[in-house]
């Protein structure tokens, strides 16, 4: 391993420690975990916590892989055409939680380090990531925080980062297929390469140490909201939105199925429970249509 | 439009007539339609009954298309590598029934009849389709039953005709990250055109016209069984599986998501309601167990 595969795998193990033990607390259920091997290479430590009085579910990954791409991934995965060494290696942690409460949102995270080759290359070697908040009510104070404090961590790195992500965010969870965002979006990047790998891990970092400043103070204000049959409903049909994303459109998804990543841990961000009417309208002027209408026109949350 | 457009045009606004009516009068509960306009060129009539006595979900669809295809579409559809008109024309029926009782089975049925350009060129014209079935709990009767009465429509036309699109089904309807079949498979086949247009066309209604005595003496044995919660729980379980084959492997899915075909009737395919347990596991010797040993290890129904 490189020195940076190491770096990265121990700062996504100490993440991990960190969100699922004030995840948990925040829950009252603790996380279970398991660990297993890649029989490509490598494995990876899931910790799920389902069934919780917040959560119907959250699953927190790390992944440290390696394996041979296709000719057509790499291509796809880019970093340049012509790839005679095939071989990658991969650490990242992601996670996906999803609250009982319809006013509280699905958040996913996630932050990754890639190497093609022995990473020595120009444009072998990249960071990845960010986070995402998906609710299916709009507070618009809840959207402005989560990506205030992004913003912030950002912005220590350079003040164009933030606004890139955060249009990259927008454009990435897109259902094309619905013409609306996932959520209200937050930060993304990928192939970031652009400065020294020092820099790019530091402002990794950063991001990552975001993630419960950004998701915590949402979830104690929304987590014991009352909340009608009809509104619960709404989240169900918000939920199966999220399954067409990550099953049509999300590339890591795909990425994972496609390298015989395992089944379980990829597919943990699903939601345990979805909904699927035909042609669901939701009425004009409600709270439903008013989410509807900023998944369909994405806002500015920070000046 | 050309002559055959037109007859399949007909036969399967006529099997969809047939089909909703029978399936309406088992249920309860009618069938409300609605037509559409696809901005690209054609439309359809949407058949749909939701929230029924004995279906949770059914829907079944025809539409009579035209449009362009990209490249990359008209090569991945087969029918030859040299493609200069990119226009084509579609008609077909598609259905897919999710019963509320866990007993009984989810159905898939579909045949279309395709043409690029005017449909004389060699390979630019071809039938399609097929049907199958998706049980929680395996009937072996069942399996047998509907097996059987494709096998006759199918022996009408050649005894080569079944064991080969009995396999292509067992092929095509398979979860390769589950490494499991959909169901208990039935007949698929595609790009059919190796006899003359009305010799192809015959078979396509001989099947089609199977359907509903395929699956409605199904029905009547299982539609008002006594079932238990955790039942229930396994079926929304494989509810999740349904929606993980439509959405990751079926090719007519991302066709008419990639075609800008109309959402709401690409996934009026999907059930109402499923669900994902992480890591969910089945007991030994269960019933659930029998049903997934013969999704691994997919049977010859008919001797």
Request: net charge negative; hydrophobic share 20%; no cysteine.
């Given at each position: 391993m490189s020195e940076m595969l190491e770096q990265m795998s121990e700062y996504v193990h100490d993440l991990q420690d960190r969100i699922t033990t004030t995840i948990g607390e925040l829950d009252g259920v603790s996380f279970k975990e398991d660990s297993w091997e890649r029989p490509g290479g490598g494995g990876g430590r899931s910790r799920v916590l389902q069934d919780g009085n917040v959560f119907e579910k959250a699953g927190v990954g790390v992944s440290v892989v390696h394996g041979q791409l296709s000719p057509e991934a790499a291509i796809e995965m880019?970093?340049?055409?012509?790839?005679?060494?095939l071989s990658f290696k991969a650490v990242g942690l992601s996670l996906v939680m999803h609250p009982r409460n319809p006013m509280a949102p699905t958040v996913h995270c996630n932050y990754r380090y890639f190497e093609r080759?022995?990473?020595?290359?120009?444009?072998?070697w990249w960071f990845g990531g960010g986070a995402d908040l998906t609710p299916s009510y709009l507070f618009e104070e809840d959207a402005e925080h989560f990506h205030k404090v992004h913003k912030e961590a950002c912005d220590k790195h350079g003040e164009d980062l933030y606004p890139r992500f955060k249009k990259w965010c927008d454009e990435y969870f897109y259902l094309g297929h619905r013409q609306?965002?996932?959520?209200?979006g937050g930060i993304f990047f990928d192939n970031f390469n652009e400065r020294s790998p020092e820099e790019c891990f530091a402002f990794a970092k950063d991001c990552g140490d975001t993630f419960l400043p950004a998701y915590v103070p949402v979830m104690e204000r929304r987590k014991d909201m009352e909340f009608t049959e009809e509104e619960h409903l709404w989240q169900q049909i918000r939920r199966g939105r999220y399954v067409e994303f990550n099953l049509v459109w999300d590339r890591g998804t795909k990425f994972g199925l496609r390298t015989n990543g395992r089944t379980e841990s990829i597919l943990m961000?699903?939601?345990?429970t979805a909904r699927w009417e035909y042609c669901h309208e939701v009425e004009e002027g409600s709270r439903e249509a008013q989410m509807l209408d900023v998944l369909k026109h994405p806002r500015e949350w920070v000046k």
């Open positions: 880019g970093g340049g055409q012509e790839i005679k060494d080759g022995d990473g020595s290359e120009p444009g072998s609306e965002a996932r959520g209200i961000s699903l939601p345990v």
